[in-house]
């Protein structure tokens, strides 16, 4: 059973950058794709950024892009969102996921993620 806890979150103000972590136990972590997605209040979980396990091929929501920036350090089991830049819209509650799918091909859509953390709060102030 893959566990994932998601770290980082809290409150900055617009223009400030915020680090999120994502640490990954009880499987092989450096077989997983990892995505992070978020959620405001009242909408659709969204994504946001993925890494691919093989290549650590990354792609972004149209949105985050050139502001986000999502990593991943298999040694120490840990997926990160750097997020610079950050705009009031980018408020919401961030998660991460794993496809154990073994693709070479990465997907945005939550129905392709097996495991999902419990999420951390991302606020923006303006």
């Known amino acids: 059973q893959v566990q994932l806890v998601e770290s980082g979150g809290g409150l900055v103000q617009a223009g400030g950058s915020l680090r999120l972590s994502c640490a990954a136990s009880?499987?092989?972590?450096?077989?997983?794709?990892m995505g992070w997605f978020r959620q405001a209040p009242g909408k659709e979980r969204d994504f946001v950024a993925v890494?691919?396990?093989?290549?650590?091929?990354?792609h972004y929501a149209d949105s985050v892009t050139g502001r986000f920036t999502i990593s991943r350090d298999n040694a120490n089991n840990t997926v990160y969102l750097q997020m610079n830049s950050l705009k009031p819209e980018d408020t919401a509650v961030y998660y991460c996921?794993?496809?154990?799918?073994?693709?070479?091909?990465?997907?945005?859509?939550?129905?392709?993620?097996?495991?999902w953390g419990q999420g951390t709060q991302v606020t923006v102030s303006s």
């Open positions: 996921a794993a496809d154990m799918a073994y693709s070479n091909t990465y997907s945005v859509s939550k129905s392709r993620y097996n495991y």
């Open positions: 890494i691919t396990w093989r290549f650590a091929t990354t």
């Open positions: 009880g499987g092989t972590f450096s077989r997983y794709t």
